[in-house]
């Protein structure tokens, strides 16, 4: 059993920045896809990034060139940079990551930009 803990999330205004880092723990056999999503209210949960164990990434085409995600593999934990934050970034974000073929989510972590 694999249990994820976000943190970083909070208020900021547009245009500014917040660094959201999640840290796995428990019973880990291999880490394989970690990443992102994110839930606004009244909105289906949809993905921000995803990053492989060998550092391939994927991120939502309304993120691109704003938002970084990167690893450590060491410390099994994950990392989204978000810089020029939007209004529309509001959103519960959660961490995710795949461990022998199970899916684990983190609790969520409120991300809020105000304009």
């Known amino acids: 059993q694999v249990h994820l803990v976000e943190s970083g999330g909070g208020l900021v205004q547009a245009g500014g920045s917040l660094r959201l880092s999640c840290a796995a723990s428990g019973i880990i056999f291999r880490i394989g896809p970690m990443g992102w999503y994110r839930q606004a209210p009244g909105k289906q949960r949809e993905l921000v990034a995803l990053i492989t164990s060998g550092g391939s990434t994927n991120y939502a085409d309304s993120v691109k060139g704003r938002f970084t995600i990167s690893r450590d593999n060491a410390k099994n934990s994950v990392y989204l940079q978000m810089n020029s934050l939007k209004p529309e970034d509001t959103a519960v974000y959660y961490c995710?990551?795949?461990?022998?073929?199970?899916?684990?989510w983190g609790q969520g972590t409120q991300v809020t930009v105000s304009s």
């Open positions: 995710y990551a795949r461990d022998l073929g199970t899916d684990y």
